[in-house]
């Protein structure tokens, strides 16, 4: 690489011409110096952005003005071939070391390396900032910046929402050893990228409020700091990636398997209602035993994960998934529907820790905060496949096809084979609840023999300043949270419970086809999932997107109970689309910015929210007898639509404020 160097008397009107002398193709390094109070000419910069051979510049010992500034910032922003920038020991104003940073840096998305040295009048909150938003910096370099300890701390902050930072030197400052630690932290989290931090020579001068220092939740065998040395372990690192690969997969996995017992619950409803001869609101008790599992267990599996990490919780959920799975073989044969509700309220048992571990393992723990919602929302959609699945399942092998009317049944009564059908119909359910179980406790087995990284146990002390913020701004949004979550999931289960009852009554299709209308209606709410993320990769706001595809759902509802036909069907089929973001949504903006036992406890109480869907559906029933008019029994997921709907905009305000604030 070709070094032109650019100093003292350089800096005249001429000095523009230097690089344009140069003729040679070779790329090149251009370093600025020693400028005393020489004012750099424009025309300078120019000929430097603006050559394509450029980069590495490195500014060294400069004075620079405002205008140099904004010109700095004008060209960074815009530049593509710089690869290296070097600050040291630049004079220049705060204000305007913030706006090279804040417009330029910020927004620049080719620098690669990035060393900001002797600089006495740096701002560690803005470096913050550049740390949080740009993408495209992997080696920064901010030693002998007199960084105190609080800057320290806001740096550590910014360091666990990026997520493309591989090393970090902040040697020769002023970091204590409280904030040490912090780093510490980070590395031992299974940072996305972060494989190396410097601490080298600082002054680690300890107020009165720090002299006790915990650190039992630092593992001996992890790397620590120290200020004689630096971590720099790629290959320990390189294999916490790689579990953290694995293990994302492997949960991943668990939102597809658990959405096939939520949705074999609609076949089991219109199975047992022939089976056991049962009323609406009888059948829909499959639904109130199932989701009275979650309310009930997942504040016991949020303890138990605090306790012994998502791993632990996970394998328990597993374990007690395929047990009520399997129970449903003695089940059938005994042939009492309490028998039934008490195994599903055990599969719900296991599912309430599954989702409780899942759900913020995703969003919390599988990357940075700032793309929790899409993240999440990505490893949803594979629960509506799940859900596809669980509906083909019960379409295809519990399903029989044989519907008797009237006559047929008082036929079968005098021939003394009636009993002998029911009971036929109830020993349908073994087979596919015997290969779920089985395939719950092959997965259990591979999660017990992949690693999980590191960070997956929660430790002491370990929220931060950062979170306890969020977490005190966003109490009103949590909560709301937590009611439109009770309100979608009791929609949802409640559309769904009925879906197939209503095809039949207003359509008059036969259980196969509706089962098959059903899955149709679950394709549209993989798509919607899918469909979903795309959108908010491409930057469209999760909440005004959840705004949107809820009260679209209220106008869809508002047709499936004023047309009870053909008409309402379809409006009643679609609105499995646009329920299709809710749940990952809410969730993830419901927990956002929390960390530790913290986001714990609120995937829990989130988790507990499904019980929605134990109150939605026999009320749905209740509504259906009373008034003979299923339809109107939709009623109520359509109030729930317009929850969410509120709950949205209010995310979407309190979100807007908070970005205002920071």
């Known amino acids: 690489?070709?070094?032109?160097?650019?100093?003292?008397?350089?800096?005249?009107?001429?000095?523009?011409?230097?690089?344009?002398?140069?003729?040679?193709?070779?790329?090149?390094?251009?370093?600025?110096?020693?400028?005393?109070?020489?004012?750099?000419?424009?025309?300078?910069?120019?000929?430097?952005?603006?050559?394509?051979?450029?980069?590495?510049?490195?500014?060294?010992?400069?004075?620079?003005?405002?205008?140099?500034?904004?010109?700095?910032?004008?060209?960074?922003?815009?530049?593509?071939?710089?690869?290296?920038?070097?600050?040291?020991?630049?004079?220049?104003?705060?204000?305007?070391?913030?706006?090279?940073?804040?417009?330029?840096?910020?927004?620049?998305?080719?620098?690669?390396?990035?060393?900001?040295?002797?600089?006495?009048?740096?701002?560690?909150?803005?470096?913050?900032?550049?740390?949080?938003?740009?993408?495209?910096?992997?080696?920064?370099?901010?030693?002998?910046?007199?960084?105190?300890?609080?800057?320290?701390a806001l740096i550590a902050d910014a360091l666990r929402t990026n997520s493309t930072l591989i090393s970090l030197d902040l040697s020769d400052n002023h970091i204590g050893e409280q904030i040490a630690i912090e780093f510490t932290k980070i590395l031992n989290e299974?940072?996305?990228?972060?494989?190396?931090?410097?601490?080298?020579?600082?002054?680690?001068?300890?107020?009165?409020?720090?002299?006790?220092?915990?650190?039992?939740?630092?593992?001996e065998t992890e790397p620590i700091l120290d200020e004689n040395k630096h971590i720099n372990n790629e290959v320990q690192s390189q294999s916490k990636t790689k579990c953290q690969f694995l293990s994302t997969i492997l949960v991943t996995f668990l939102f597809f398997l658990w959405g096939i017992p939520n949705n074999l619950n609609g076949v089991l409803i219109r199975q047992f209602s022939k089976s056991f001869v049962l009323s609406p609101f009888e059948a829909g008790l499959v639904q109130s035993a199932f989701y009275m599992g979650y309310f009930i267990w997942a504040l016991p599996a949020a303890i138990i994960l605090r306790r012994w990490g998502y791993k632990t919780g996970i394998i328990m959920g597993l374990i007690l998934f395929g047990t009520g799975s399997f129970l449903f073989w003695p089940a059938a044969y005994i042939g009492k529907y309490i028998f039934f509700l008490i195994s599903l309220f055990i599969i719900a048992t296991g599912l309430a820790f599954l989702e409780t571990a899942a759900n913020p393992f995703i969003a919390n723990a599988a990357g940075p905060e700032h793309s929790s919602e899409k993240r999440l929302n990505i490893a949803q959609a594979f629960n509506p496949l799940g859900a596809i699945t669980g509906v083909l399942i019960g379409t295809l092998f519990i399903f029989s096809g044989v519907e008797l009317n009237e006559k047929q049944i008082e036929q079968m009564r005098i021939n003394n084979t009636y009993d002998n059908y029911l009971k036929t119909e109830t020993l349908r359910v073994i087979r596919p609840y015997v290969i779920i179980g089985g395939v719950a406790y092959l997965w259990a087995l591979f999660i017990?023999?992949?690693?999980?990284?590191?960070?997956?146990?929660?430790?002491?002390?370990?929220?931060?300043?950062?979170?306890?913020?969020?977490?005190?701004?966003?109490?009103?949004?949590?909560?709301?949270?937590?009611?439109?979550?009770?309100?979608?999931?009791?929609?949802?289960?409640?559309?769904?419970s009925y879906f197939i009852q209503y095809a039949q009554d207003y359509v008059q299709v036969g259980e196969k086809i509706s089962g098959y209308l059903l899955t149709g209606t679950l394709i549209m709410f993989a798509l919607g999932r899918f469909i979903a993320a795309l959108l908010m990769h491409c930057g469209l706001s999760s909440s005004i997107l959840l705004a949107t595809f809820a009260f679209i759902n209220v106008l869809l509802i508002v047709i499936t109970v004023l047309m009870p036909n053909r008409i309402g069907l379809v409006a009643l089929f679609i609105t499995s689309f646009f329920m299709s973001l809710m749940f990952p949504t809410i969730?993830?903006?419901?927990?956002?910015?929390?960390?530790?036992?913290?986001?714990?406890?609120?995937?829990?109480?989130?988790?507990?929210?499904?019980?929605?869907?134990?109150?939605?559906?026999?009320?749905?029933?209740?509504?259906?007898?009373?008034?003979?008019?299923?339809?109107l029994a939709y009623t109520l997921p359509g109030g729930a639509y317009f929850i969410v709907g509120l709950y949205a905009l209010f995310a979407y305000v309190l979100t807007m404020e908070r970005n205002v604030q920071s």
């Open 448 to 496: 017990a023999i992949v690693p999980f990284p590191t960070n997956t146990k929660i430790r002491k002390n370990q929220e931060n300043k950062k979170s306890d913020g969020v977490n005190t701004l966003c109490r009103g949004l949590f909560l709301f949270s937590i009611i439109a979550q009770f309100a979608y999931v009791g929609a949802q289960v409640g559309t769904w």
């Open 587 to 631: 969730f993830a903006l419901g927990i956002k910015g929390m960390s530790g036992h913290t986001a714990k406890l609120a995937g829990c109480l989130l988790i507990m929210a499904i019980i929605g869907g134990a109150i939605f559906t026999p009320l749905m029933g209740l509504i259906s007898e009373k008034t003979e008019r299923l339809a």
């Open 190 to 219: 299974s940072h996305p990228s972060l494989t190396q931090i410097i601490l080298n020579n600082n002054n680690k001068t300890i107020d009165e409020h720090s002299k006790t220092i915990d650190i039992e939740y630092i593992p």
């Open 1 to 152: 690489m070709l070094e032109i160097r650019i100093s003292g008397e350089n800096f005249s009107s001429s000095s523009s011409t230097i690089l344009s002398s140069s003729d040679t193709n070779e790329d090149i390094h251009v370093i600025l110096s020693s400028n005393g109070r020489l004012k750099i000419i424009s025309s300078l910069w120019t000929s430097i952005f603006t050559d394509i051979r450029l980069r590495c510049l490195s500014l060294i010992d400069l004075q620079l003005y405002e205008s140099d500034a904004q010109i700095l910032a004008e060209y960074l922003r815009k530049q593509i071939y710089l690869i290296e920038l070097t600050f040291d020991s630049v004079l220049l104003h705060v204000y305007s070391f913030d706006q090279i940073l804040n417009e330029g840096l910020k927004k620049n998305k080719s620098i690669q390396n990035l060393i900001l040295t002797n600089l006495n009048n740096i701002d560690a909150a803005t470096i913050a900032s550049l740390i949080k938003h740009n993408n495209t910096i992997k080696y920064l370099s901010l030693t002998h910046n007199n960084i105190s300890s609080d800057g320290g």
